[in-house]
């Protein structure tokens, strides 16, 4: 059986950081089953492109996900995934000004379409 491939689809960060999170979690737990997952941020979910902005996301109590900005670096540093940010959604949050997280790169929404035909994807 071939290996599943799937795409994260963040649309959320500061205004739901629990659906950001809940995303973080779940790629992590299919990433330490080796299974290949990538992420495309869009709308509010491009802001965690930013460098040292999922750290700011601080409403979680201990009993919940793990903080996003921890996911991240596990996510990069430890499972090496990629995050891609939506093109349409630099300039609206500044992130042609900052620095980026490690393993991100900017890309068209048609990028994402040809993702789409080799993977599934999860909206969040």
Same mark, same amino acid.
């Given at each position: 059986? /071939?290996?599943?491939?799937?795409? !994260?689809?963040? *649309?959320?960060?500061?205004? #739901?950081? &629990?659906?950001? +999170?809940?995303?973080?979690?779940?790629?992590?737990?299919?990433?330490?089953?080796?299974?290949?997952?990538?992420?495309?941020?869009?709308?509010?979910?491009? /802001?965690?492109?930013?460098?040292? !902005?999922?750290? *700011?996301?601080?409403?979680? #109590?201990? &009993?919940?996900? +793990?903080?996003?900005?921890?996911?991240?670096?596990?996510?990069?540093?430890?499972?090496?995934?990629?995050?891609?940010?939506?093109?349409?959604?630099?300039?609206?949050?500044?992130?042609?000004?900052?620095?980026?997280?490690?393993?991100?790169?900017?890309?068209?929404?048609?990028?994402?379409?040809?993702?789409?035909?080799?993977?599934?994807?999860?909206?969040?």
């Amino acid at each position: 059986m /071939a290996q599943k491939k799937f795409v !994260f689809i963040i *649309t959320h960060s500061f205004d #739901r950081p &629990d659906l950001a +999170a809940g995303a973080l979690q779940l790629a992590a737990n299919m990433r330490a089953f080796d299974i290949e997952v990538d992420f495309f941020l869009m709308d509010n979910g491009a /802001a965690l492109a930013e460098k040292g !902005f999922a750290e *700011t996301l601080t409403w979680q #109590r201990k &009993d919940q996900f +793990a903080p996003c900005g921890e996911m991240i670096k596990t996510l990069t540093e430890d499972f090496g995934c990629f995050f891609y940010i939506c093109a349409s959604c630099v300039k609206h949050f500044c992130l042609d000004k900052v620095e980026l997280i490690p393993n991100s790169e900017v890309k068209p929404g048609s990028f994402l379409a040809e993702m789409l035909l080799e993977r599934q994807a999860l909206t969040f």
